[in-house]
């Protein structure tokens, strides 16, 4: 391992020296791993009489593992601790790295390699994993141009970079827009209906600009109580507006900066997408964004969410009708508003199941949430998890050990709480993977970040900070993501873990760990209320189950429609025609929602997971990983009908064929090893109640 102690970012002998790393040191390093990732690939492209695993493969990948090891160091702190100086060398070096992996992709002598080492005596000598890798080359060598005629290279090489840049300009428009808003409410009048807790944190958020009253920012746990509890309808209004409009040209009186409007950024990413595809062979971005995921075209995806969107429309038209009309009798709204539909849910909710989001938030702090989800874990996979030690990016960062038998498998660092200078929303990543040879295994480390309310100072005392249900389902959904790269039983680093896993199959373990959040088992270990430490009562926990599936038709068509437009803007929407991307969006909702937003929202320019998040015609995997894990799921329910030992088995059946595998074979073959047959849509309408 290369070790520099004047430069942390290039010391590779542990963990990441957080402490230490500053922005000065990410151009050398980078250009450091460049130059000697750049000569590996010069010796190994060199003609040579035998092409072998030990001789090609794994030099490569020792050489480009370091580079994408320290950048996404460089990367994850981007995201979490933004800063002037930070931003800076991150979009100086961004360009040179994208050419690097685009140089890399289009080496036709490197590609040649791999074809030959394909069609060699030695590969049929190879596991199943090493295999897969070989494939996954070749076909990602075709999909980043290694085919493309010399005169094509040049401009699919300046795409990749362009792309790059403008993907990373609308996260940071969305981060700035975010961070620059303030709205500070003078009058506790005004604050009507809102939880103690949340004006405690606007209050707290106040006193450190030094400001006299409650201050609220766009920070999910910051905006969304008021659209949930707030009474006064203006206010509600108000941060609607905010929030709908940020990065873009509607953006709000007091926030608005031209230089944040996306609206550009997204047609250019288009224009590239489309352009890119083109290049490659196909017909638009949609085909190549399908190539290494579980879905065979996009027909295929558009039939499923339009057959989704239909099995759900009506349970979404009952859901509409009765809010309407609570809404009218019971709360004086005549025209339900965008900025009406959470705050009415939250009162109907209220009404019919006899408890509050707020009530039951009382029964989730942090360190019960935690605990619990560690005890579940444990249980279900026969490790232990342990708090560690490493250096961190920011004090309220924990970092922790997993371990079986006493051998250590996999670590990971837990950022829970929203700060300015961090993206939003919740994600893994993974921060090295699992690889082993002969004589070492390099275990798994994950980041796992969410943006939940920090624990909120009164008086002078520190009081946890209290978890939403929702907020409980987003730690468990995104610490099965970490569970997927940290129990990989597999030794080839480009196939464990989440590594290799087609696209749309890799939200199976985040959302299977989902329903766990609804089992009274589980619960029983995770909660304590906030004041009297009593565990959350079973009446409570009842209504919560009894309300599980309350406006599931509504949600179910909200993400239909996310889906559909982003599938649409990727397959068959043609800008030359004059169409604009928000008449595309108007589209997709006459034929499919039943809540059409107001004209001024934008939630296109900040919608990341498709602009800058990987999701480009593949936000539809959320729903289609939903089959799967629903699926999943009901093999425990089922064991449970059987007893403990039956449960027991099917979670280790679970962890051989689903976590340990990674993306060493194809996502079907593996839920078909754990389930016994093909995945049904069955189970996921019968956990969402809309069964026929």
């Not at 961004?94 to 030959?116: D, I, S």
């Not at 429309?313 to 025209?335: H, S």
């Not at 051998?407 to 200078?421: E, H, M, S």
């Amino acid at each position: 391992m290369t070790i520099d102690a004047t430069n942390p970012l290039l010391d590779f002998s542990g963990l990441p020296r957080f402490d230490a790393i500053k922005p000065e040191h990410v151009t050398p390093a980078i250009d450091d791993l460049l130059v000697k990732s750049r000569a590996v690939v010069e010796q190994l492209q060199a003609p040579s009489d035998t092409v072998s695993w030990d001789s090609f493969v794994t030099p490569l990948e020792n050489a480009t593992e370091l580079l994408g090891r320290a950048w996404g160091i460089v990367s994850h702190l981007n995201n979490v601790v933004d800063t002037p100086e930070l931003r800076a060398v991150y979009n100086e070096n961004q360009p040179k790295v994208t050419e690097f992996w685009t140089e890399l992709g289009q080496n036709e002598a490197l590609f040649a390699k791999y074809k030959a080492l394909r069609a060699s005596a030695e590969f049929n000598t190879l596991t199943p994993a090493r295999k897969r890798i070989i494939d996954n080359a070749i076909r990602d060598f075709r999909m980043g141009g290694a085919e493309l005629p010399e005169d094509k290279k040049p401009r699919f090489a300046a795409i990749q970079e362009e792309h790059a840049m403008t993907s990373t300009r609308f996260s940071e428009n969305v981060l700035d827009a975010t961070n620059d808003y303030k709205l500070l409410v003078t009058d506790e009048a005004d604050l009507a209906g809102l939880p103690d807790d949340v004006k405690a944190a606007a209050r707290a958020a106040a006193e450190k600009e030094n400001k006299q009253g409650w201050e609220f920012s766009l920070h999910f746990p910051s905006y969304y109580p008021i659209l949930q509890f707030a009474d006064k309808r203006a206010l509600r209004e108000t941060i609607y507006r905010a929030n709908a409009t940020k990065a873009s040209e509607q953006g709000d009186v007091f926030s608005k900066k031209e230089d944040w409007d996306n609206t550009q950024n997204i047609v250019t990413l288009l224009k590239l997408r489309e352009e890119e595809a083109q290049l490659l062979g196909y017909k638009n971005f949609a085909e190549v964004s399908l190539v290494p995921k579980m879905a065979k075209s996009p027909d295929e995806v558009i039939a499923f969410l339009e057959d989704l969107a239909k099995r759900a429309r009506p349970f979404a038209e009952k859901d509409l009708a009765e809010l309407k009309q609570f809404a009218k009798d019971e709360l004086g709204i005549e025209d339900l508003k965008a900025w009406d539909i959470p705050y009415a849910s939250e009162k109907l909710q209220e009404r019919r199941y006899a408890f509050s989001a707020q009530e039951v938030k009382q029964y989730f702090p942090e360190h019960k949430v935690v605990d619990g989800l560690f005890h579940l874990i444990q249980n279900l996979f026969n490790v232990e998890i342990k708090t560690d030690d490493a250096p961190v990016w920011h004090k309220d960062v924990r970092f922790y050990r997993i371990e079986r038998n006493g051998k250590l498998i996999g670590q990971f660092y837990l950022d829970l709480y929203a700060r300015p200078g961090k993206s939003g929303g919740a994600w893994m990543d993974d921060a090295r993977g699992r690889r082993a040879d002969a004589t070492n295994v390099q275990t798994p480390v994950a980041y796992l970040t969410c943006n939940f309310t920090e624990p909120a100072v009164v008086d002078g005392v520190t009081r946890p900070s209290l978890f939403t249900h929702d907020e409980v389902t987003t730690l468990f959904h995104e610490f099965g993501h970490g569970l997927h790269h940290m129990l990989t039983q597999v030794d080839e680093l480009g196939v464990s873990g989440i590594s290799g896993v087609e696209w749309d199959a890799v939200e199976l373990p985040s959302q299977f760990m989902e329903n766990f959040c609804w089992e009274w088992e589980v619960l029983e270990h995770m909660t304590a209320h906030a004041v009297t430490g009593e565990p959350l009562p079973r009446a409570l926990y009842d209504k919560m189950l009894a309300a599980k599936n309350y406006q599931s038709g509504l949600q179910t068509l909200r993400q239909v429609e996310f889906s559909l437009l982003d599938m649409h803007l990727h397959y068959d929407y043609d800008a030359s025609t004059g169409k604009t991307v928000q008449q595309l969006i108007d589209e997709v909702r006459s034929k499919f929602s039943l809540v059409i937003p107001p004209s001024f929202n934008r939630f296109q320019n900040s919608f990341g997971h498709i602009f800058a998040g990987g999701y480009a015609a593949g936000y539809y995997s959320y729903k289609w990983a939903e089959v799967l894990s629903a699926d999943a799921y009901a093999a425990f329910e089922e064991a449970q009908k059987l007893g403990p030992a039956a449960v027991s088995e099917t979670g280790k059946r679970y962890l051989a064929e689903i976590l340990s595998v990674g993306g060493s074979r194809p996502a079907l073959e593996s839920f078909t090893a754990f389930r016994g047959r093909e995945p049904s849509i069955d189970a996921l309408l019968r956990h969402s109640g809309m069964a026929a």
